[in-house]
């Protein structure tokens, strides 16, 4: 999809629904799963990739775009990269909503009475010890994945 494939009035009802701040351009209509969702025609779209494909141009087939401003509503095309679904996962932006921890690959190994730390690599879950601190155990998870991942973007800043 480019831009000539979208009406001008496609194009104002897109521009419509989006609220520049200094960083991110956020989706302020419909959303799914905190996707923004536009409707061209009779389907919905994913907004994210309506606008990259509008700026940008064709996203090539078996790609996901990844926001690589961890927010969800974002349509801004500088925040968004094709990657795969592997690399799209390696990015994610921290622990799962409904973590213990709050730690990204760190849980609460009952059994032992220390914390477990893990990653999933190539759809493989890879248990890396436990441990006696929160820290230590995430100090291990980080370092695997810089070794592992290519997209993990959090953990390279944060070393």
Known sequence: MTAMELTERQLANFWAKIDKTE???NWTAGTSHGYGVFHVGRKARPAHRVSYQIHVGAIQEGRQLDHICHNRPCVNPAHL????AKQNCENAGGA????KSGVRGVTWDNSRLKWRASICHDWKQMNLGCYK???EAERVVVAKRLELFTHSDMDKRAS
């Not at 799962?96 to 973590?99: D, E, G, K, T, V």
């Open 81 to 84: 990269r094709p990657v795969t």
């Open 133 to 135: 601190t929160i820290e």
């Open 96 to 99: 799962q909503r409904n973590s």
């Open 23 to 25: 960083t991110c351009w």
